[in-house]
């Protein structure tokens, strides 16, 4: 199986069709601000402890304690949620296994019953353990079939839909994403779009909701907080391969970013 392209923060090696992370923060923890953003993959969240809104395709739908959401590959999403104690769970599915169900084709907020949370968080749990490439899929086969028998929560409350235009942004976006050690200038940016960096950092802004600089930024970030919680790397190592010119700066960054340093993210 080739290396697909995986458009955010995620990375799943060649084969592997899901995998499954467990975030949980303290009281310290700051506000989760907006991040708008995509996956290659489909993307399940369990929270278990949070309040705030998760904000898609023009809609933004209050969450809280319980609540699951999916949502399918290449959908631009967002979540913000509300500072102090704060827990989920992060459960990402190669869209093929998706479409091989039958698929769900929009994004979706569930609020299941207490039988099927606990199952979910049982199937995640396993997934997170680790399992061979079969067993992997069979869990989150039956993650998806759990959710498919919920009621869906969709209704929400307008909001203007950002995202649009991102075909024409998508070689800055790539290049940041193959070389995140060293992010492109917004002027290396514009000219791999074709565009002046004026008119570039316009049309970025309007389609993602920030600048270039800052999602440069908050990306590498988001990249790091994965590889702390799913790889062996030291901080300092992390900080580096994200971009970040000293390990003191990365944590700065961090922290503003996510309210604790990266070993308390890490757990470590």
């Keep these: 199986m080739?290396?697909?392209?995986?458009?955010?923060?995620?990375?799943?090696?060649?084969?592997m069709e899901a995998s499954a992370s467990a975030v949980a923060l303290g009281a310290e923890a700051g506000e989760a601000g907006r991040f708008t953003h995509f996956h290659d993959v489909a993307e399940i969240v369990l929270f278990d402890g949070v309040r705030g809104d998760f904000v898609v395709e023009?809609?933004?739908?209050?969450?809280?304690?319980?609540d699951v959401v999916f949502v399918p590959s290449m959908r631009?999403?967002?979540?913000?949620l509300a500072a102090g104690e704060k827990a989920w769970t992060l459960v990402y599915v190669d869209p093929f296994v998706v479409e091989a169900m039958g698929g769900w084709r929009r994004p979706?907020?569930?609020?299941?019953?207490?039988?099927?949370?606990?199952?979910?968080?049982?199937?995640?749990?396993?997934?997170?353990a680790g399992a061979d490439a079969a067993t992997r899929r069979n869990?989150?086969?039956?993650?998806?079939?759990?959710?498919?028998?919920?009621?869906?929560?969709?209704?929400?409350?307008?909001?203007?839909?950002?995202?649009?235009?991102?075909?024409?942004?998508?070689?800055?976006?790539?290049?940041?994403?193959?070389?995140?050690?060293?992010?492109?200038?917004?002027?290396e940016a514009a000219r791999a779009c074709n565009l002046s960096p004026a008119y570039f950092s316009r049309r970025f802004k309007a389609a993602l909701g920030a600048g270039f600089s800052d999602y440069s930024r908050v990306y590498?970030?988001?990249?790091?907080?994965?590889?702390?919680?799913?790889g062996e790397n030291?901080?300092?190592?992390?900080?580096?391969?994200?971009?970040?010119?000293?390990?003191?700066?990365?944590?700065?960054?961090?922290?503003?970013?996510?309210g604790v340093t990266p070993g308390v993210y890490r757990g470590r």
């Design 2 to 15: 080739p290396d697909r392209v995986l458009c955010e923060p995620v990375e799943m090696p060649p084969g």
């Design 58 to 66: 023009g809609e933004r739908l209050d969450l809280s304690d319980g």
């Design 76 to 80: 631009t999403h967002d979540f913000e």
């Design 108 to 128: 979706a907020r569930v609020r299941p019953d207490a039988a099927t949370r606990a199952r979910l968080k049982t199937l995640a749990g396993w997934l997170e």
């Design 139 to 187: 869990l989150a086969e039956l993650m998806l079939r759990a959710l498919a028998d919920q009621p869906r929560v969709e209704a929400g409350r307008a909001e203007a839909a950002e995202g649009e235009g991102i075909g024409r942004l998508m070689p800055a976006i790539q290049r940041l994403r193959a070389d995140p050690a060293r992010p492109p200038t917004i002027d």
């Design 220 to 230: 590498r970030l988001h990249l790091a907080a994965r590889r702390l919680l799913e």
């Design 234 to 258: 030291g901080i300092a190592a992390i900080a580096w391969a994200t971009g970040f010119s000293t390990p003191s700066h990365f944590t700065q960054c961090f922290r503003e970013r996510f």
